[in-house]
C-alpha cells in the first residue's frame, strides 16, 4: 500500500511539473497576476507587432503598442518594450500582449509626481491649448495642464473665453487649487486693481464751525 500511495504521489507531482512547464499555463498565469514583461519586437505586421514570450508567438496590436497613433510601425522593429498578457487561449493558438496599459500607469505616475511639486499660490507662464464655454485649458512650462475657469480669467466680467484669449496665446496663471489631481489656474488673481480715486472731504474752518454752532442757537431764550 505505501509503494502504491509514493506512486500516486509521484505521479501526481510529474503531472504538475508538467502543467507549470507547458508555456501556455506559464503565459495564463502572467495574465492573472498581470506580470510586466521585457520583450524585443522581433516582427512587423500589417495590423500591430510580433514579440516570443516563453517560446510563444505574441502579438502586440498597434493600438497597444504607444499611447498615440503610430506612423510607421516599422520604427519599432526589434525594440525593447515592456507588455502585458491580455489574452491566452491554446486551443486557438492565440496570445495577446499590450504595452498601452503600462505606459498609462506610468504616465499617471509622471503626473502625480509632477503636481506634488506645484504648490497653490505659485506663478506660471503657459500657452493656452483649448477654449471651452466654461473656461480655457493652459499647458504649462512642466507639461501638465490646467484649467482657468471662466470666471478666473479676468477682473472684468467675461461671457465667453474666445472672446478676450485665442488657441497659442502665451498667458501668465496662479495656481489657485489642486483637487483629485486637477490643477485650478487664475488669470484673474494676478491682474492689477484699478486704483480708485482718492475722496476728498474738505474739513470747514474753525470759524465756520463756530458760526454754525451760532446759527443754531439763535433764537433761543435761555
Known sequence: MKEETKTEETMADFEEHFD?????????????????????????????????????RGFIPASRLSLSYIEDLESYLLKDIEVRVIDVDQSENKLVLSAREILKEKEKKAREEK???????????????????YGAFIRMEDGLS???????????????????????????????????GKISLSMKALEELPEEPEEKVEIPASEAIGTRLGDLFKGIKL
Open 20 to 56: 507549470d512547464a507547458n508555456p501556455w499555463n506559464v503565459v495564463a498565469s502572467y495574465m492573472e497576476q498581470g506580470t510586466i514583461l521585457p520583450v524585443k519586437v522581433e516582427g512587423i505586421v500589417n495590423s500591430g507587432a510580433i514579440a516570443m514570450v516563453e517560446g510563444l
Open 115 to 133: 503636481i506634488a511639486g506645484i504648490k497653490p499660490g505659485s506663478v506660471m507662464t503657459g500657452t493656452v491649448e483649448s477654449l471651452q464655454t
Open 146 to 180: 490646467g484649467l482657468v475657469h471662466v470666471s478666473q480669467i479676468s477682473q472684468k466680467r467675461v461671457k465667453s473665453p474666445k472672446d478676450v484669449l485665442n488657441i497659442g496665446d502665451e498667458v501668465n496663471v496662479k495656481v489657485i487649487g489642486i483637487k483629485d
